[in-house]
């Protein structure tokens, strides 16, 4: 878990103890976009029970299991009121791999849900922008990294 001086794991550039901790923790998120980037960080986090009680109660998964998934960053390409899209980039043993989703939430008693997303995961192209947002090409950036 980042401490409170350690950037936000989803790609705020602010401290995660004034981004997505609090809403991790039960604050109100206030917009979907703010949902959805305390979802990502929850999953870099391990938050499991804070993934499993955002999602909507109509498509809530019985349980959300841990996972051994390196996430490496967050990009937002559009958010709408109720509609984000975004990648998120990931290792999956020693290939970067990305997340392309399109994800939709609705209000459930005043508070943003997870309802469902689109979603494309593919492996990340040697020479396409590393998914973590380092701005380099991946074969110089996670996937030389990798083991």
């Known amino acids: 878990m980042p401490d409170n001086t350690d950037t936000c794991p989803c790609g705020s550039d602010r401290p995660f103890a004034s981004c997505c901790e609090p809403v991790i923790h039960g604050a109100t998120a206030p917009s979907a976009e703010a949902l ?25 998964p019985s349980r959300v299991s841990p996972t051994n998934t390196d996430w490496l960053g967050l990009t937002i390409l559009k958010s709408g009121t109720d ?12 290939r970067v791999m990305t997340l392309h989703e399109t994800s939709r939430f609705a209000q459930v008693d005043g508070h943003w849900r997870y309802l469902d997303g689109v979603c494309d995961v593919s492996e990340a192209a040697r020479n396409s922008r590393c998914p973590c947002g380092s701005g380099k ?4 950036c996670c996937m030389k990294k990798s083991p």
Do not use: C, N, Q
């Not at 090409?137 to 110089?140: E, M, P």
């Open 36 to 60: 959805m980037r305390s979802r990502y960080s929850a999953y870099v986090t391990g938050a499991w029970a804070y993934l499993r009680e955002s999602w909507h109660p109509d498509t809530r």
């Open 83 to 94: 509609t984000v899209e975004f990648i998120a980039g990931f290792m999956e043993g020693a």
């Open 137 to 140: 090409k991946t074969k110089y």
